[in-house]
């Protein structure tokens, strides 16, 4: 009998499950993998499915959600407004369509930037028209159509939020970002939560087998025999955040989904993997030389990082 996975309730009373499973899949498209990865996680027991219109699978999601015959009820759908839309609600019924689910469970603005038309390499500066917030008051007036039950964000900093904010006649649900031990997201997590927002963690177990080898993971999980994957992503959910971890196979997938509890030690041992030295770091890829990302500063997301990702310790 497949794992039953907790859920969290959002500020506008919904449930989410905490986990899911992330679709993104190194490249655009990937078709057929995908089906059959998300067929594989609905008979594994995940309920909960992320993906965006950026990452060119939405067909491919919805349509192994519809074969499975689960009822749609019990499905928790997250896709994301890309970075290139100048027409939100174009780009929204477009996703929806992909879909072919009926509605969206959670929306989201993928990522602060909007990058220029006739250049998608450069980005409309955050002073400038179209940006977030104007795409954040077309989605609202998507969930009075019952098209999409909730709506949040992707990305972004406690600068860029509280830019947001102000303009909100509904507060983001989530705000979905990169979210590990090397990178707890601590000051952003506190200040999301004095909003009522909650964290959702993208790549929450690094890249590369990051954790798989660490030293205070798997002590852990060699004493609550256990995976190291399963302590990560329940010091996760355990820590109040949602995660979507990725992943293929099978075996891989039921342990994904099976949580575990950690006991108190444990959970602060974790904790402090980020203050070890060179330990305090994003893991991603997408940092590039001169420190931007789709156009924007570092400094304009608002993230304290230098080159590379890595993230000042003070």
Request: glycine letters at 8%.
């Amino acid at each position: 009998m497949p794992f039953k996975v907790p859920s969290l309730t959002l500020n506008n009373g919904t449930k989410i499950p905490t986990v899911g499973l992330g679709c993104w899949m190194g490249a655009v498209g990937r078709g057929q993998r995908v089906f059959d990865m998300c067929t594989k996680a609905l008979k594994a027991g995940y309920r909960h499915f992320d993906t965006a219109a950026g990452y060119g699978n939405e067909a491919q999601v919805g349509a192994a959600i519809r074969a499975s015959g689960i009822p749609r009820s019990e499905i928790y759908i997250t896709t994301k407004l890309g970075v290139n839309h100048t027409n939100v609600k174009e780009s929204f019924e477009a996703s929806l369509k992909e879909l072919d689910c009926g509605y969206i469970d959670l929306y989201l603005i993928h990522w602060p930037q909007i990058t220029r038309p006739d250049d998608s390499s450069k980005a409309y500066r955050p002073d400038e028209h179209p940006n977030f917030i104007d795409a954040w008051k077309e989605m609202e007036k998507f969930v009075e159509t019952g098209k999409v039950k909730t709506i949040g964000v992707s990305n972004f900093s406690v600068k860029t939020l509280k830019k947001l904010i102000p303009h909100c006649s509904i507060i983001p649900a989530t705000n979905q970002v990169e979210s590990h031990p090397c990178l707890p997201q601590n000051d952003l997590k506190t200040f999301c939560e004095e909003k009522g927002i909650l964290l959702t963690a993208y790549s929450p177990l690094g890249r590369s087998a990051t954790f798989f080898s660490e030293p205070t993971i798997t002590r852990i999980a060699d004493k609550l025999k256990t995976s190291p994957a399963q302590v990560v992503l329940s010091w996760g959910v355990q820590r109040g955040t949602i995660v979507i971890p990725k992943s293929e196979d099978e075996g891989r997938m039921s342990a994904n989904i099976t949580l575990i509890e950690l006991p108190t030690e444990d959970m602060e041992a974790i904790n402090k993997i980020h203050n070890q030295p060179g330990m305090h770091k994003s893991l991603l890829t997408f940092h590039k030389p001169g420190g931007v990302v789709f156009g924007w500063t570092y400094e304009e997301l608002g993230w304290n990082m230098k080159e590379g990702g890595i993230v000042p310790s003070g």
